[in-house]
């Protein structure tokens, strides 16, 4: 087999500080794989140094020029590709996003068969491969540092300061969170990340009947599905796969929700075509009670009005004048605070690529080292020979 796998530096600014793998899983794929060599390209930033790399026998050197597969995490600059190799990273193309159509083009160019993270599903369709569950946490983190931001009630570090997801945890030591209604919206990877932090600290869930209808004298939260906010136009019944194939037909009802909740976490799944959960006019009214939103989903444009760009993790905050439909500063009184920061995983690096390392070695690497008995790597791969593959044809017109 003999194969030569390359980890990349991060090319894309700002630096992530992620990594595909970690030196510990470096050394797990050389002995599950004899025939593999691993190199890795020195960066200063990695949450993993080069050093330790070294010490666990991997060889750190800038040319990767041998390697016949590259691992990186996000887009890799077009002029640092290099040609005929295979390639596994989020390229961010699939839904035609502009800012990347001269990424695909080079990589049909350079022939470039590239595997893209987000496209590696199951049978059933569900995605094998993600930094979803700690953009969660650090999306609920954030909601719960703006809550005391806003109204003085304490303060938290954000998730960059600290080294790890159990000193985050530990920034929550003997801290009493006020009476506060959390609607978060979302069922998969970041959702279930963004609960698992909230049940950690002990807020408690209830159903959407008791956040509706009942008082609370502390902290509780409730989950909402796409039925749980959507509904068909012609009152017929809900029916999830024609939602996504024809949001047209559908509207939003989260309407109750907006007037009974002081925090909306937004981790859904959304398309074009998908109606916002509610419009600037409705943000206007007074009954419309929400003053914190963390868009960890981050869609622009989107389903949440207020998330006019994306934010940083040097500077995540942003408020929202609802009458004049503008930026202004976060934190002052009548806003509305936004997070809206895209790349959240980033804030807990080490954590987030020990997940990532532990999914791509045990469920992807070996079907791209091996046969692909299941056509896993066949369905994720977007380009290949200089030719975009059947199933992502339908991104011809956007290189065109």
């Given at each position: ?8 530096r ?65 887009e ?15 390229s ?13 083009r ?13 496209t ?13 569950r ?46 506060t209604?959390?609607v978060?919206?979302?069922?998969g ?29 502390k ?14 136009k012609?009152g ?13 037909d ?9 007037q ?83 790349n ?40 290949m020979?200089?030719?975009?593959m059947?199933k ?9």
């Amino acid at each position: 087999m003999h194969k030569t796998i390359g980890i990349i530096r991060e090319g894309k600014q700002p630096a992530d500080l992620r990594t595909p793998l970690s030196p510990a899983h470096c050394v797990e794929l050389m002995k599950y794989f004899p025939d593999v060599k691993i190199l890795v390209q020195p960066a200063p930033f990695r949450c993993f140094s080069d050093d330790a790399y070294r010490e666990a026998g991997i060889t750190v050197q800038e040319d990767l020029s041998e390697c016949d597969i590259l691992l990186g995490v996000k887009e890799v600059p077009v002029e640092q590709l290099l040609a005929d190799k295979t390639y596994l990273f989020f390229s961010h193309t699939i839904k035609k996003q502009v800012h990347n159509r001269d990424l695909l083009r080079s990589i049909l160019k350079k022939n470039i068969r590239l595997v893209d993270y987000e496209t590696l599903t199951w049978e059933a369709g569900n995605r094998i491969i993600g930094f979803g569950r700690f953009a969660g946490i650090v999306g609920a983190h954030y909601a719960l540092l703006m809550l005391g931001k806003k109204y003085g009630y304490y303060s938290l570090k954000p998730a960059n300061e600290l080294p790890n997801y159990d000193a985050l945890l530990k920034e929550y030591a003997g801290l009493q969170i006020p009476p506060t209604r959390i609607v978060l919206c979302g069922d998969g990877r970041v959702a279930h990340g963004c609960m698992e932090f909230l049940r950690k600290l002990k807020i408690q869930e209830v159903s959407r009947q008791e956040f509706l209808e009942e008082d609370h004298n502390k902290p509780v939260f409730v989950q909402l599905r796409s039925e749980d906010y959507y509904e068909r136009k012609d009152g017929r019944p809900w029916d999830k796969a024609d939602f996504y194939k024809h949001p047209e037909d559908y509207k939003s009802c989260f309407k109750p929700y907006t007037q009974k909740a002081d925090i909306f976490i937004n981790a859904v799944f959304w398309k074009a075509g998908i109606e916002p959960f509610f419009t600037h006019e409705e943000m206007k009214d007074s009954a419309f009670r929400i003053k914190i939103i963390s868009d960890v989903s981050c869609d622009i444009p989107g389903p949440v009005p207020s998330t006019l760009r994306s934010s940083t993790i040097g500077n995540p905050f942003y408020g929202y004048n609802v009458y004049t439909e503008k930026e202004i500063k976060p934190f002052l009184p009548n806003a509305i605070d936004v997070q809206a920061v895209s790349n959240l995983p980033c804030e807990l690096p080490y954590d987030a690529s020990l997940e990532f390392g532990e999914q791509l070695v045990r469920h992807v690497l070996p079907y791209l080292l091996e046969e692909d008995s299941e056509q896993i790597i066949a369905n994720a791969t977007i380009a290949m020979d200089g030719k975009l593959m059947p199933k992502y044809a339908y991104l011809s017109d956007f290189i065109a």
